[in-house]
């Protein structure tokens, strides 16, 4: 067995071109964090080029690093043996006393290829550790600038890159839903509720303000578009689901209306009362006539595809989901008061709806006369 087949990064090209080469430790003198490289260079002025170790220069400073020690190589297979392994023998990739990445081999070669999938392994890991040592503060001020360049980026776009961003991310997080547990999806519902609790009001005002202002901004054929994306994608997924599933979804809805204050209910319907009064007449019509047109252009198939899955639904419906559904609706008419209409041929006066079915066209007194039989 030859030493190229022993060490893969030994190739006929690391072979012609190699140079004398210097194995070193670094250390930062402030922080304690150290790191394994080489160098072709003079090992004591060098600094190291890792990425996180880079880095971390930077933040706490290069003219801390102190060489603790440094070996000179001219022979390639005793620098990419004794390369790997200090690499191996001091853990230099998962201990947290050590910048590296990756194993070093002396060659500046990630080897083998399968190491990739460990590099981002450790970058997710780092990360992690970073973010859980940052301040309160400081991740609501990243959080703050994340979303002022997102929102910079989305105004730069144009219709149609929107429309491919929002597909690419509706897939993605499709993707990852469908791999994800009960126990992950509810660990995830609870990260998005405390990162909008941990919000002040004013920039929840501002974003919400923001995203209408944006609706708003949009014509009426994007507007359709960007509903019909969201239809698709929302039938895609209800056609993933099993029956209990969508049993489970239906319930969550309910329950998360049901939790919904009465007050902010109200100061729902009185905003999207105000969106549509403000808009121009034009923008109206125009909006309307672009949803009939769409509706007829379905077939008769299409129509009675959606009828029939109307009143299966509504077959499907419990007793109890029923009489839930009567008791709000009559909870609703509760204290408004009822339109008042006169008999043109008896002259009473009642409620529409009662008066229609037994006055004007059959009315008793219509039929009689005015004089009676």
């Given amino acids: 067995m030859t030493s190229t087949a022993i060490y893969p990064c030994i190739t006929e090209d690391a072979i012609a071109n190699y ?8 250390r930062h003198a402030v922080t304690g964090l150290k790191y394994f490289g080489k160098t072709i260079q003079d090992p004591y002025k060098y600094k190291g080029s890792g990425l996180r170790w880079s880095n971390h220069l930077k933040v706490h400073g290069r003219h801390h690093v102190e060489t603790l020690w440094c070996q000179q ?27 590296n990445l990756v194993p070093e081999n002396g060659l500046g070669a990630i080897t083998p290829l399968d190491r990739r999938a460990k590099v981002r392994e450790n970058k997710v890991r780092l990360g992690k550790e970073r973010w859980a040592n940052t301040p309160e503060e400081k991740k609501l001020e990243i959080a703050e600038n994340m979303r002022t360049s997102a929102t910079d980026r989305w105004a ?29 999806r509810e660990q995830e519902r609870l990260k998005r509720s405390k990162a909008q609790t941990s919000r ?22 994007e507007k359709h578009r960007y509903s019909k994306l969201r239809s698709e994608i929302s ?9 209990e599933e969508l049993a ?3 319930r969550s809805v309910s329950e998360g209306r049901a939790k919904v204050p009465p007050e902010r209910e109200e100061l729902r319907k009185q905003r999207r009362k105000a969106t549509l009064d403000a808009k121009p007449e034009e923008e109206k019509q125009a909006t309307v006539a672009l949803w009939k047109r769409t509706n007829s252009s379905k077939s008769d198939e299409e129509k009675a595809e959606i009828a029939k899955k109307k009143s299966l639904g509504q077959a499907n419906r419990t007793a109890e989901a029923k009489a839930e559904t009567s008791k709000k609706l009559s909870n609703s008419l509760k204290g408004k008061p009822k339109p008042k209409t006169t008999c043109p041929h008896c002259g009473k006066e009642g409620n529409a709806g009662c008066m229609q079915r037994w006055h004007f066209d059959n009315c008793k007194g ?7 039989p």
Avoid at 19 to 26: D, E, F, I, N, P
Avoid at 200 to 220: D, F, G, M, V, Y
Avoid at 235 to 243: C, E, G, L, P, V
Wanted: hydrophobic residues 30%; aromatic residues 10%; glycine residues 4%.
């Fill in 19 to 26: 140079q004398s080469t210097w194995l070193y430790v670094k």
């Fill in 73 to 99: 190589f001219d022979d390639i297979y005793e620098l990419v043996e004794y390369a790997l392994t200090f690499s191996r023998e001091n853990d230099i990739v998962a201990s947290p006393e050590w910048a």
């Fill in 156 to 184: 730069n776009m144009t219709g149609e890159e929107r429309e491919k961003v929002g597909e690419n991310v509706s897939k993605a997080l499709r993707e990852k839903r469908n791999a994800m547990s009960e126990d992950e």
């Fill in 200 to 221: 002040s009001e004013e920039a929840k005002r501002a974003s919400a303000l923001e995203i209408s202002q944006r609706w708003q901004n949009r014509t009426p054929e």
């Fill in 235 to 243: 039938k895609a997924i209800f056609a993933n689901m099993s029956d």
């Fill in 248 to 250: 489970s979804f239906s």
């Fill in 366 to 372: 219509q039929r009689k006369g005015p004089e009676g």
